[in-house]
């Protein structure tokens, strides 16, 4: 139990950063938005109340899902799964947004409140407000939580904060916060492995190479 507590907090140490300014509180969750569907063809089925929609688009607040198929059990809103296939995008909060195959959304109270996207591999990135750097990930499968405003990568999941690597079985990373949680599978020999980068002067991302001192003399 102590070894995964080190696991957690090595976690997000790496992704918060020794100089990171203290994380946000939590952002509430988002007033009740209309929800808008945009597609350039739909086909219905009244015997089975299926819906298909091609080139489809559909967006509450910030938030958008745009892929080259979607399918429906009615036009609800309240409380329904939607699957989308096909060049899935999904705009998230805080200018970040996920790639893949397919996605499942779910709908709860005419919100969006849950995407799980799958692909070989599902892809996201978020562009972070602490170090202007661009956090990217990837893994088997994403889940989207909006109300918690957590991303969930599993099946060979890896995540870098535009600096260091971690990858793990299970990553946690929280959109609001730029926080990463990981953890290993009990009962596995499974790990998580981290790569941290040296911290370089001048300015992040530039290595510039040691000159050696000039001769006493001026000659080489």
């Known amino acids: 139990m102590a070894r995964s507590c080190r696991k957690l907090l090595l976690a997000a140490a790496l992704a918060s950063g020794a100089a990171a300014a203290p994380a946000p509180p939590p952002a509430p969750p988002p007033a009740q938005q209309p929800i808008n569907l945009d597609a350039a063809s739909t086909e219905v089925d009244g015997r089975t109340n299926t819906l298909a929609f091609s080139d489809v688009v559909i967006s509450q607040g910030a938030t958008r899902v745009q892929a080259e198929h979607a399918h429906a059990t009615g036009l609800n809103f309240a409380n ?6 096909g060049k899935v995008r999904i705009d998230a909060e805080q200018h970040g947004s996920l790639r893949s195959d397919q996605a499942t959304i ?115």
């Not at 329904?80 to 296939?85: A, G, I, L, N, Q």
């Not at 793990?168 to 941290?196: C, E, F, K, M, W």
């Open 80 to 85: 329904s799964r939607w699957t989308f296939d």
């Open 106 to 220: 779910e709908f709860r109270d005419n919100r969006i409140a849950r995407a799980t996207v799958t692909g070989k591999p599902a892809e996201f990135e978020q562009q972070r407000t602490d170090s202007g750097q661009l956090a990217r990930g990837h893994a088997g499968e994403i889940v989207y939580d909006l109300n918690d405003g957590t991303v969930r990568l599993s099946d060979d999941a890896w995540l870098t904060d535009g600096q260091n690597e971690i990858s793990g079985p299970l990553l946690v990373y929280n959109i609001r916060a730029q926080r990463v949680q990981a953890a290993a599978s009990p009962g596995t020999d499974q790990r998580v492995h981290i790569t941290i980068a040296p911290r370089v002067v001048p300015g992040p991302g530039k290595i510039e190479p040691v000159k050696p001192p000039p001769h006493p003399t001026g000659q080489p």
